[in-house]
């Protein structure tokens, strides 16, 4: 609270209050839907997703945690719940003890199956249909730019 | 999985995951950088912002988590952590025992002033320095068609 203190400016205060106000409607909306419709959590949901759409349908518990952007030790927490569901299993790495992978099972596969119309469903409604293609497109380029920022900053 | 399914197209799906990585990545690292330098959860950070804007820093526990898009029960054991630690305190209402306030002390308050400036700072540099006023305002603009939106659909 120091006279240094570079404060955001009205409209720089207007745009990042309509982002955090965005991330929590948008995110808790479509959390509720998914669960409500699936019995998914959005973290069992992406962590599916990511799993499918790789060879095997194999992936590190490490890559998973930072394709999600999670502590390593909280993904592996998540990780465990859902092989309980069989959703998924682990698999010890034969040459090197530390390497955990996480596998999708043929029951996480089908509940995907299954919940997918209804999460495309809601996004197409919630996200997609305010927006023309064009600001779909400026939303795009303006989110990746800040994440490109991101991936050069090392703080 | 079916043929009416309307599956996103290739640039629908690229402006979603734009959205859903921007929101992973700068949350997630927002929230390690206040967490590393105040001790606070963004949510911590959040409830004191709240209840800082208002008259008498003082705000229904209800009304809090429909700020911040929580579970009401989520959101009162939040604030019970709070309490704990000092930087809330709650109180009763002494005509109607089902309603429940939360009024922020004076260390929450020197709390959040001491946090503010490097959160601002972190707010800053991911977010508001990467972009143009104008991309700030049509960003703002698109977030708020899809808030109006959802504010309209009740489902």
Redesign the interface.
């Given at each position: 609270?120091?006279e240094t203190?570079?404060?955001?400016t009205d409209?720089?205060q207007?745009?990042?209050r309509?982002?955090i106000?965005?991330?929590?409607?948008?995110?808790?909306?479509l959390s509720r839907?998914v669960q409500a419709e699936s019995g998914m959590s959005t973290t069992d949901y992406g962590v599916l997703v990511s799993l499918t759409e790789v060879p095997d349908g194999k992936l590190r518990v490490l890559e998973l945690a930072k394709a999600?952007?999670?502590e390593k030790s909280r993904m592996s927490h998540h990780i465990d719940r859902m092989a309980k569901r069989g959703l998924v299993v682990r698999e010890d790495c034969p040459t090197d003890r530390r390497v955990a992978f996480v596998v999708v099972t043929p029951e996480g596969r089908e509940t995907l199956?299954?919940a997918?119309?209804h999460h495309?469903?809601a996004?197409?409604?919630?996200?997609?249909?305010?927006?023309t293609?064009e600001?779909?497109?400026?939303?795009?380029k303006?989110?990746?730019?800040?994440?490109?920022?991101?991936e050069e900053?090392s703080?």
């Open positions: 609270m120091t203190t570079p404060w955001l409209p720089e207007h745009a990042w309509s982002f106000r965005l991330h929590h409607k948008l995110i808790g909306r839907e999600l952007e999670w199956a299954a997918a119309p495309v469903a996004v197409r409604r919630l996200f997609i249909d305010p927006l293609q600001e779909l497109d400026a939303f795009a303006i989110s990746n730019r800040i994440l490109e920022r991101m900053d703080t």
